[in-house]
């Protein structure tokens, strides 16, 4: 067994306290493909496997499924995987930490991490990324969103409170991504697209 780190608790705790606030959010929009999934999905064989990483209530995992892929939905937050189970029982959805994935070496032609990634210490995404590396198949590839800005810790005002967020810049993400052997595609900031605010996108690609 692991033991979860107190930030990652309290992000948790944070999320199924919440959890009808952002349910009835994310339920209340129209569910519209986020550009980053589209480029990355572009280079993917149809029918491959695919993680989707931090998945909540699975609108993306969902959305990959209809397109013709296996995938799997991954989130440590309970009461979302209910959610999606809800909505569709079919979809495999499992309740795991992103730092101790259930899964073998080199199964997957892509990993999907969407707005999951900041709520972990940087000190653990440098060996987060190596792990995806070694879950990922040659040639496969990596898509990512981060918050940009320099802030790390607990906000005081957050639509859903107590949630641990690190944000990045450009340079020091690209370079943590590049250290663990992942080939940087794609890097760029975005504004106010599928989430408010500034974000970074990042397509990387695991080399043959």
Not at 31 to 58: A, F, M, Q, R, V
Not at 154 to 170: E, G, M, S
Request: net charge positive; hydrophobic share 40%.
């Amino acid at each position: 067994m692991y033991t979860q780190l107190p930030l990652t608790r309290r992000t948790i705790e944070a999320y199924e306290t919440h959890h009808d606030l952002f349910l009835r959010e994310w339920n209340k929009r129209t569910y519209t493909i986020p550009p980053l999934l589209n480029e990355w999905g572009s280079h993917l064989p149809k029918g491959g496997l695919l993680l989707d990483l931090g998945c909540g209530p699975g609108q993306d995992t969902r959305f990959l499924r209809r397109q013709g892929f296996r995938v799997y939905g991954v989130d440590l937050t309970w009461s979302f995987l209910q959610a999606g189970k809800r909505r569709s029982p079919r979809l495999p959805l499992i309740q795991a930490d992103m730092r101790h994935l259930p899964f073998s070496s080199a199964e997957f032609e892509g990993i999907w991490a969407a707005a999951s990634i900041i709520h972990l210490p940087k000190s653990h995404v440098r060996t987060l990324f190596r792990k995806l590396f070694t879950l990922t198949k040659p040639g496969g590839w990596l898509a990512f969103t981060v918050m940009y800005g320099r802030e790390i810790g607990v906000p005081r005002q957050q639509w859903i409170p107590n949630r641990y967020l690190a944000k990045w810049h450009k340079r020091e993400l690209k370079k943590t991504v590049q250290t663990t052997k992942w080939e940087v595609v794609l890097i760029e900031r975005v504004k106010n697209q599928e989430r408010k605010g500034a974000w970074l996108n990042v397509l990387a690609r695991r080399p043959n």
